[in-house]
Structure formats: C-alpha cells, structure tokens
C-alpha cells in the first residue's frame, strides 16, 4: 500500500490556467505538508496542516491555496499559473507537527512535476 | 537568521569507497532539530534522520553513520562502503526554533558512486 500518493505525477499547462494537485495518505497521520523543489533543485517549505488546521505559510503567494478536507487529504490549488510555478511539488505526513517522539519520521509522496508553458 | 551549507556541490567515488557529506549549519536557538535525506535519481525523496540539539550521540543504521558536533556547528554523514544504489542528491536540513517539521534545506549534495 502507499504511504503517502499524489495525482497527477506529471501536470503540463498553460500560462492563466488554474490547477489542483492531490495528496492522500494513509497512514493515519496528523500533520501533512507541501514541498516546493525548483529547477535547480532547491527545496523549500510551502505549507504544513495539523489536524486539517494550516499551521505555517512560508510567504506563498496567495494564488497557491491549500484545501484539507479530512486529515487523510492536503489538496493544493494553484490560481493563475505563472512560468516560475514550473517545478516538483511534494506532499509529506508525519504523525506529530513537533517533534518530540523520536520514533518519529516524515513520509513523502512521489512528486508532482508542473511544467507551465 | 537560520542557515545550511552543503560545502560539496557534488562528489564521486568508486563504489566499496567510504564517503563523507559535510553539513554545516548556523542557528541562534538552543533547541533545534537537524535532518538529513536522500533523493535517488528517480526523483522521490526519503527521510533518513533526525537528530535534536541535546543529542550529540553518534548515529549508525548499517552503512550510514551520522557525526553530530556542536561545537563546529556540524552534523556530517558518511556512507561506509559505498554502493551503486547510494548515488542520490542528499539533503541538510535544520529545523525552525522549537522542533518541527519545518526546514531550512541546505543545497544538496550529488553523490555519484561507479561500480
């Protein structure tokens, strides 16, 4: 079974459309995020839910817009693409937002590839 | 403000070599956590571990071995008789004050091992 999936896998669009990436994990989980990694392999926080509550927004803009309808699922909405969106978003789980169990780890899905054009 | 460097850009070794990835990190906190992970060719990204500020106990899993020191601001990661399956971009991290999941990544370093 997998851990943590995401749809689609590879995601080609124009510049102005609107899209959505979906997370699911099954592992029972509190708190799921997503990632940003850029071309030039870069990678950078973008969100974090704990308990379907938004816990951090590291200054996204605000065409990027993350919907949590259970715990299970941390859905990511992008607005009016822009060329510079074009990179691997990835979605993660861990069982705690703060650390404090040290059997603790993170899961992460296998990437979404965004390319604008 | 929180910061990670990966000196090494990329490194090669020939596989059963031993191999070390340096990760510097500079923070002003007390308590902070440090993560290392992998992402082989294919794309996926893979926790490999976290360790706290109060733990400066080295960690072995196998043929990976961490070396935390407080006292350089380091936590490297060596690869014990490298393998082919090992060549990854691998990540630094440190964590936001308090200890999170929320990371301040370092560049990454690209480890190619030759069979």
């Known amino acids: 079974d997998t851990a943590v999936s995401q749809t689609p896998k590879y995601l080609v669009t124009q510049m102005g459309n609107d899209k959505s990436i979906k997370c699911e994990q099954n592992?029972?989980?509190?708190?799921m995020y997503w990632y940003k990694q850029d071309s030039k392999k870069f990678l950078k926080i973008m969100f974090s839910y704990n308990n379907k509550e938004l816990i951090i927004n590291e200054t996204v803009p605000n065409r990027f817009s993350p919907k949590s309808p259970d715990k299970a699922h941390l859905n990511l909405h992008i607005n009016s693409l822009e060329l510079g969106d074009s990179a691997v978003y990835f979605c993660?789980?861990?069982?705690?937002?703060?650390?404090?169990?040290?059997?603790?780890?993170?899961?992460f899905g296998p990437g979404t590839r965004l390319t604008v054009l | 403000a929180q910061k990670v460097t990966q000196a090494q850009t990329e490194i090669s070794v020939v596989e059963k070599e031993d191999v070390t990835l340096d990760c510097v990190y500079e923070?002003?906190?007390?308590?902070?956590?440090l993560f290392w992970y992998k992402q082989p060719p294919s794309g996926e990204l893979v926790f490999l571990i976290r360790r706290n500020s109060f733990d400066e106990q080295n960690e072995i899993s196998g043929r990976y071995s961490w070396n935390f020191q407080k006292s350089t601001s380091s936590f490297n990661f060596t690869i014990t008789a490298s393998q082919v399956v090992d060549s990854a971009v691998y990540f630094c991290?440190?964590?936001?004050?308090?200890?999170?999941?929320?990371?301040?990544f370092g560049r990454g370093t690209s480890l190619i091992v030759h069979p």
């Open positions: 923070t002003r906190d007390t308590t902070y956590y």
């Open positions: 993660a789980s861990s069982q705690n937002f703060e650390l404090e169990e040290s059997t603790d780890t993170q899961y």
């Open positions: 991290a440190l964590s936001e004050p308090g200890g999170s999941y929320i990371p301040t």
């Open positions: 592992l029972g989980h509190d708190t």
